[in-house]
């Protein structure tokens, strides 16, 4: 009984794990520009796409695929910041919204004509498959690698914004930009590397999420309101809110759906209102 | 010596012969396209629709992502009255809009108290929620299959919904512009000048004496309302009531259209309307899946490159040549 829901309760943490990873990189711009981006999932989506295309064309081993689709969706992010995303985040809430939807609705007809609708598989290596009995509890492998991972980026990403150059800089464009610019920080260029960044880890996201979260084409709809909620109850710009938001979100919607099954999405949906009334600035409040 | 100032006035509301003109249109379409007129009074129910979300978002400044809530509950409160033995439409079509209108009020108080982000999850959050409930409500609602086959009677006790969408198509345009005239009217009033003051600048509403949470309200409840109005339409006239009417897909294309016909304009609603419905029902005709694609890519024009919709542009080339004119 305990056991059992403990289990339940690391697949929750699991979950939410991955919610963190790939929702992080819109916390953090929502907090540097206010810029609402619908179609931050798509980077996930198509991270999860490339990593099995890495794997089935080229025989790439799966956890090499995972450092590839980071690097090369930073890259894809830094060019779309500056080709499509600068000439948009200035302007009114409602036009980012058309905007992101409108990519959403590309990439979602773009991943259906290149991939089929059909949900894709993964093959892990045998090494992340199977039960892992770790303190009398049964683990799966694969969830504990994630774990770890995330613990691995979250850690890195604690470091690089609390303790170098280019956080103390990030920690300053979010909290007042204007007054960022003033004292000579390249907010630009902090913006740029933080979208880039936040693509690269929401690709990656994708790519380790294939097995938990499941990969089609509509990918950035289905995830939307999660990763909304993450950054919406984390606090916009706030690394640890997201984490913390992320985790309780993962846990909270994995148990709800074990225990009270019949209650499907009503959990999670309703949760969302009473989060957002509750805490209309998020549950870690930034200072100003 | 300067002149005089002309004390600040209202909007001039008389009716003019391009408003007269732009209603002859569907009058011409109806004769011009007889196969077509299930189509056109589509294009017309979703026109009332898209105008609905234009005095809240348009006007008010409201961001919403679930505005099909309304839309559906109005679809699923006439449906309901007919399959269980009330299919008159007026009456039906008027329960729809005090039902959707009572929701719409119940629901602004938590919409308004946010900022935009706040906004735009509470309304994706209800139009989740009531997605769910008519899901998992089966028994009431036929969930997954909907309630095909809604009995509905004689319009007036004269006309029949036939299958030409001949009754459908003069009903929702007469509809249609009730609800037009009532927008009009009301944006044209100093209520509607306060709404768009609000939008512009909500913190300084209040010194000015203005209950910006009030008047919000009450443009969410009228714009619920309206939508309401809308989806009874629809189900009266498809007889066919389904999830996809309370679905996102639903409130994200009515936002589609606002945006390309140009928002706070009210005819926008209706061009962006009529021009989604058409390009919507060619490009899925070429192909079914393929068609968001483009619908997408268009989105991102008209952000890129033509803000404020067709309308707007409209506009800006007016601006553009009165300029000129008087250099």
Redesign the interface.
Known sequence: MVAAFLTVLFDGVAYGSLLFVISVGMSVTMGLLSFINLAHGAFAMFGGYLAIGLMARWGVPFVATLPAVMIAFAAVGAVAERLLYRRVSRTRPLDQVLFTIGLAFMATALATRLWGPSQQGVVLPGMLTGQVQVLGLELGAYRLFLIAVVVAITTTLHLLVGHTRFGAQLRAAVDHPGAAAGLGIPVDHVVSISFALGSGLAALGGALGIDVLGLDPYFTFKYMVYFLLVVVVGGEGSIVGSAVAAVALGVFDVVGKYYIPQLGGFLIYGVMVILLLVFPGGLIRRRR | MSEPRSPPRLPDDRWRAVDSALWLAPIVGYFAFPEHRVLGSQVIITALFALSLDLI?GYA?I?S?GHAAFFGLGAYTAGLLAVHGWGEPLTGLLSAGVIAAAAGYATSF?VV??????Q???T???G??LV??A??AAGVTGGVEGLPDVPIWRLAGTFRFDLAGNTAYWYSLVVAFGGFVLARRLVHSPFGLSLQAIREGARRMPALGAPVGRRLVAVFTIGAGLAGIAGALLVQTTQFVGLNMLE?QRS?DV??ML?LGG?GRLYGAFLGAGLFMLMKDYLARQDP?????W??????S???FA?GGILGGIDAVRGWLAARRSR
């Open positions: 978002l400044g961001v992502l938590l108290r946010g900022r935009e982000l706040a735009l999850m509470i994706l959050g209800i989740l929620l769910e409930a899901n998992k996102f994200a936002l589609i945006a928002t899946i393929y068609w968001q694609f619908i997408g890519l268009l989105l991102v008209v952000v890129l803000r």
